[in-house]
């Protein structure tokens, strides 16, 4: 299987993650995990007033605990 095959959200992925299985969740939130970091990016300057961004922790986890929920509640028609 390929790298980007594995990279994937299939369906049976989906419902697997839906019914509690860990793995399967842990998949989907791999795949969201560069995502997750880019919108939890907050800039600031250094001392030398250079612009730089860092990963805002509470912004973070409650991303990642979002996605979680939306896994655990989602519907499938």
């Keep these: 299987m390929t790298q980007e095959k ?3 959200l299939t369906y049976d992925l ?3 993650a839906i019914n509690g299985d860990e793995v ?3 998949k989907i939130m791999n795949y969201y995990e560069p995502y997750i970091i880019t919108l939890s990016k907050i800039p600031f300057y250094s ?3 250079e ?3 860092k990963i805002d922790e509470d912004i973070y ?3 990642k605990l979002t996605l979680q929920e939306a896994i655990l509640t989602f519907k499938i028609a």
Excluded: D, N, P, V
């Design 6 to 8: 594995s990279r994937e």
């Design 14 to 16: 989906i419902c697997k």
């Design 24 to 26: 399967a969740t842990e």
């Design 47 to 49: 001392g030398a007033g």
């Design 51 to 53: 612009l730089h961004y």
């Design 61 to 63: 986890m409650h991303l």
